[in-house]
């Protein structure tokens, strides 16, 4: 599953530099997650980096986003492989 920034995100973009597949930008009111790209952080951590980071405990689950621990681990090879192929000359 996905994770979310919910309304009371206060903007201090701690979050961002620990999510790995590079998942959560600046919104237009808060942050955001992009859930194309979250993974919960499968592939890399055994937990989601982003929660324990957020002082204010705004990331949450989205359970709009249900999906297998499989589905997460493809997602994360897309990505990894979309990287890849933007860095080829
Ligand atoms: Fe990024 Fe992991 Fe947080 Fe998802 S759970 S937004 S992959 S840090």
Known sequence: MALKIN???????ACVEDCPNQAISEGPDIYMID????????????????IPSCGVDAII?????????????AKKER???????????
């Open 61 to 73: 689950p989205d359970p709009d986003r249900r999906e297998t621990r499989d589905e997460l681990l």
């Open 79 to 89: 990505i990894a492989s979309d990287v890849l192929m933007s860095a080829k000359p």
């Open 35 to 50: 859930p194309e790209r979250c993974t919960e952080c499968l592939g890399y951590h055994d937990e989601p980096q982003c």
């Open 7 to 13: 309304e009371d995100c206060i903007n201090c973009a």
